[in-house]
């Protein structure tokens, strides 16, 4: 994902958690952005120590490494390589991947130029900028896109903004529904009602080009000509290359020994949503626990002749040290 949060992030950002212990209240977003700033002595603001926007591919035991005995040797699907003496997997329910418009020609391998899933960083004069772009989707994520490109800069916003929704009904926030029909009302966005069927590819250049969308709607078939699509249809999670890491799994959870939280490969550890065990329950404050734990055994592993002792944040030098109060 292109920013820290996970689920939290993703799927109920804006919605209110009632269980974390000592916050008695937040949204997703808000509890993201307190952890990142409880963290911030180990991950620093300029984002060195975070690797976002990508996906780790594979993870393996380079046993030939000179280094010594259980190299972790991860690569990432944008090339970015680690070697590690120990790895904790907190891969949840899998990696977000955008939900795609399942239409033969925009499931290939090499998609065209002008289909996208995600707005772009607000620096970057956007593709579609005085363009005709269909925004494919009904839910939160595709209303609030259409508000923020209705709302958006003369670099951002496109001429004309179309919204494609199978039918004249939205699963979206009340509030955010009504300042969408708003802005259908007034002109601003044209509603489009079908559902893609098809689509017409330009595909005489090096990448294919998306013309139009054949729509089936209540008139029959009906062309959708267009510059750009992007498709906001929710992210899902999908467990992808983990599977293929050797690690012992159990109905698509990582099996872990609950007091390590170790998993079947010493040295690769799994806490939170991913992992499985005797009692396991999906929720953030097991997931706290559990990486506390797997951090202790860890630690432990990597320096089996140092004693381990129990340190506390309100009382320990050494804590102190490390959090920047000294
Ligand atoms: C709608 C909803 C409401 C919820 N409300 C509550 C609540 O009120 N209280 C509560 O305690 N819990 C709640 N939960 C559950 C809670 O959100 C999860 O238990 C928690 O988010 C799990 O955290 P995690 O870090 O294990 O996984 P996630 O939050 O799923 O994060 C995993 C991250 O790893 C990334 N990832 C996965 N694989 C890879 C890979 N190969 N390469 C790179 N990145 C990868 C994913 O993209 C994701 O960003 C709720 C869940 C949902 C869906």
């Keep these: ?9 993703a799927l109920y950002p804006d919605k209110p958690i009632y269980d974390v212990p000592g916050i008695p209240v937040c949204t997703g977003r808000e509890l993201a952005a307190q952890l990142l700033a409880q963290a911030r002595p180990f991950v620093p603001a300029d984002g ?10 594979s993870l393996a035991v380079d046993d030939a490494h000179p280094l010594g005995k259980h190299r972790f040797h991860l690569k990432s699907g944008a090339g970015t390589e680690f070697m590690a003496r120990c790895v904790i997997v907190s891969a949840g329910a899998g990696a977000f991947v955008h939900k795609a418009l399942a239409i033969p020609g925009l499931d290939t391998a090499q998609a065209p130029a002008n289909l996208h899933h995600q707005l772009l960083n607000a620096n970057i004069a956007a593709p579609w900028a005085g363009q005709h772009l269909v925004v494919a989707g ?20 496109p001429a004309r903004l179309t919204l494609l929704h199978r039918r ?19 002109g601003q966005v044209q509603l489009v009602l079908g559902v893609p069927q098809a689509c ?4 005489s250049g090096t990448q294919p080009v998306l013309r139009a969308l054949t729509l089936s709607t209540a008139d029959g078939a009906a062309p959708l000509m267009l510059d750009h699509l992007l498709v906001r249809l929710g992210m899902s999670p999908k467990l992808g ?3 293929e890491w050797g690690l012992a799994l159990e109905r ?3 099996s872990v020994n609950p007091s390590t939280f170790e998993s079947s490969v ?3 550890y799994a806490v939170g949503d991913i992992n499985t065990y005797p009692g396991k329950k999906r929720l953030l404050l097991c997931g706290f626990h559990e990486a506390t734990l797997a951090a202790h055994a860890a630690s432990l592993a990597l320096h089996p002749e140092t004693p381990q002792h129990l340190l506390y944040t309100t009382t320990s030098p050494l804590l102190h040290q490390r959090l920047g109060l000294i």
């Design 1 to 9: 994902l292109p920013e820290p949060g996970g689920q939290c992030v």
């Design 48 to 57: 060195s120590t975070l690797h976002l926007n990508q996906q780790v591919m």
């Design 138 to 157: 009904g839910g939160d994520e595709a209303l609030q896109t259409v508000l923020d490109l209705a709302n958006a800069n003369i670099t951002q916003g």
């Design 168 to 186: 004249d009904q939205f699963q979206a926030e009340a509030s955010l529904e009504a300042a969408v029909r708003g802005l259908i009302s007034s």
């Design 200 to 203: 017409e590819l330009d595909t």
């Design 241 to 243: 290359p983990l599977s």
């Design 252 to 254: 698509k959870q990582v």
């Design 266 to 268: 010493p040295g690769i």
